[in-house]
């Protein structure tokens, strides 16, 4: 079982639409990550966080320390918020520990 | 501020061959950290290095070594390149431990 899980792996949705995205992971951490990659490869740093909530224009992240469980939200999502979002743990040696990724389409 | 700069963007190689990948980090950052991305692993670790010394280290083979330079720019050595090195190579870099980290755009390095 991989130490960072994301769920879910494909996503699409109308313009508009509510999306969340959940991470959830099975080790101590120091900080958690969400990073977003469009096509082409360059990842942009979205969020770091360690508690509570975070927020930056439509895009929101939560995170429950005790449950080991994040979720990023997007609200009145567009077709440019269509990417790749990548959760990441940080701990101990391992620089960052990365999920598997969730392909977002937003159809316009 | 310039960003984190990494060259070359692509690179074929043969199999057997060495590469080095460089990469300059944020003026100000001292940690530089390396990741590969693969279809198959997804992202992956490789090592970090702060102030010139290997901090921390993924599980790469030996062929895979790094180093960073007192202006903290940073490269990356792959000796006798093997078909499955073929991967998007990442380097990031961040003010200090538990900080945001600043991707640059990757070395595309293709084995034949």
């Known amino acids: 079982k991989n130490e960072v899980e994301q769920s879910p792996q494909n996503l699409t949705a109308q313009e508009g639409e509510f999306i969340t995205i959940n991470c959830s992971y099975s080790v101590g951490i120091s900080a958690l990550h969400w990073l977003q990659q469009h096509p082409g490869g360059g990842i942009v740093s979205l969020f770091m966080l360690s508690s509570g909530k975070k927020k930056h224009g439509r895009l929101i992240a939560t995170i429950n320390i005790q449950e080991k469980h994040s979720s990023l939200h997007i609200t009145a999502s567009h077709p440019r918020d269509s990417a790749v979002y990548i959760c990441a743990v940080e701990r101990g040696a391992q620089k960052l520990v990365f999920g598997q990724g969730t392909r977002l389409t937003i159809n316009p | 501020k310039a960003g984190v700069t990494q060259t070359p963007r692509y690179l074929i190689k043969t199999r057997g061959q060495q590469v080095t990948l460089s990469c300059s980090p944020i003026s100000g950052h001292r940690s530089v950290s390396w990741y590969q991305q693969t279809p198959g692993q997804g992202l992956q670790f490789l090592f970090e290095y702060f102030s010139e010394t290997q901090r921390n280290k993924g599980n790469f083979p030996g062929r895979f070594s790094g180093r960073q330079f007192s202006n903290s720019r940073s490269e990356m050595n792959v000796s006798t390149l093997e078909l499955g090195d073929s991967a998007l190579y990442l380097c990031?870099?961040?003010?200090?431990?538990?900080?945001?980290?600043?991707f640059g755009a990757g070395t595309r390095l293709s084995v034949l």
């Open positions: 990031a870099s961040s003010y200090s431990d538990v900080a945001i980290q600043y």
